[in-house]
């Protein structure tokens, strides 16, 4: 299994580097307008994917959620291999659909025409966890998997680093690493971990990093995205032409604005207490910032920080 995106193979091929890869399988989540750096618009990610799917060979399978409007015009562009869609069981389209059994998504069942066909009993949170485990069962169907093998298999899934990634629980305070740079991944992560926690607080600790965020393209969606939060702070990026502070003003008191990683973990440490989760997002390392900020923490435990 490989994963795989749209950005650009290299300086010399700016090709999107899935056309490469020539799957038998071929599993799509979702396709929204990112990478600016490289691509003036979503049309043209589009085009990319549909040069993506034509190298699906005859006998191969498209999979893909049935609620995603951009990847049916990627398909409509013109697909010889057969496509299967996916989705919750609000989407009457979807031929494969999951159902949540619990709150959190952890538990469903996989109906097929409408038909119970397989439960799960899983361990990542979030309708888009699900679904994800869903797309993953079908992609081992057509690898000649049984469904009640890969149902079983789903069970003792524990997930992948940077994906609501648990990095530790120092003084009560539960910690999290997630790459969501994205204001859909950001929205998405917050909605499963709160599911999962409840009532219990969320701090959401943000650095603004990839390129596409750096030059705005979605600054207006990200007070939305976070809004699931019940503290925010985010690291305003150097040599940017926008304001966070402007950017986030709709969640009200309840955004910090820093510059300075060591500034940050020392306001999220002061405000953190017993049975909150601090969820730390970033495409890249952050300044080292999750390392420290389990390190401060421990240290406020023994008494060490005043």
């Known amino acids: 299994m490989v994963e795989a995106d749209e950005y650009d193979t290299a300086f010399f091929d700016k090709r999107s580097k899935f056309v490469h890869y020539r799957p038998r ?43 995603e409007s951009a990847l ?33 998504c952890t538990e469903f069942e996989v109906l097929h025409q409408g038909a119970v066909v397989a439960r799960v009993h899983g361990t990542m949170p979030g309708r888009h966890n699900m679904n994800n485990a869903l797309a993953a069962m079908l992609a081992a169907r057509h690898a000649g998997v049984e469904l009640a093998t890969a149902a079983e298999a789903m069970g003792r899934f524990q997930g992948v680093k940077r994906r609501l990634e648990l990095l530790g629980e120092p003084a009560g305070v539960t910690v999290y690493d997630d790459f969501a740079h994205h204001p859909t991944a950001i929205s998405e992560s917050l909605a499963a971990l709160r599911a ?31 809004d699931g939060a019940d503290l925010v702070w985010a690291m305003q990026p150097q040599g940017i032409q926008w304001s966070l502070e402007s950017v986030l003003s709709p969640l009200g008191g309840r955004v910090r ?12 440490v002061a405000e953190a207490r017993r049975g909150d989760h601090v969820l730390v997002m970033s495409n890249g390392g952050f300044g080292g910032l999750h390392g420290k900020l389990l390190s401060r923490l421990e240290e406020s435990a023994s008494g060490q920080v005043g």
């Open 25 to 67: 399988t071929l599993v799509i989540n979702n396709l929204e307008f990112d990478h600016a750096d490289i691509f003036p618009d979503l049309a043209a990610i589009e085009r990319q994917f549909h040069h993506l799917i034509r190298t699906v060979p005859g006998d191969g399978l498209i999979i893909h959620p049935a609620s």
């Open 72 to 104: 049916q015009r990627v398909v409509e562009m013109g697909c010889w291999t057969p496509v299967q869609r996916f989705g919750g069981v609000e989407c009457a389209q979807a031929q494969w659909q999951a159902r949540p059994l619990c709150a959190d």
């Open 196 to 226: 999962r926690v409840g009532e219990q607080r969320i701090l959401a600790v943000l650095e603004p990093r990839s390129n596409t965020m750096k030059q705005g393209v979605h600054k207006h969606e990200l007070a939305g995205a976070l």
């Open 257 to 268: 604005i820093e510059t300075e990683v060591d500034e940050l973990v020392a306001r999220v």
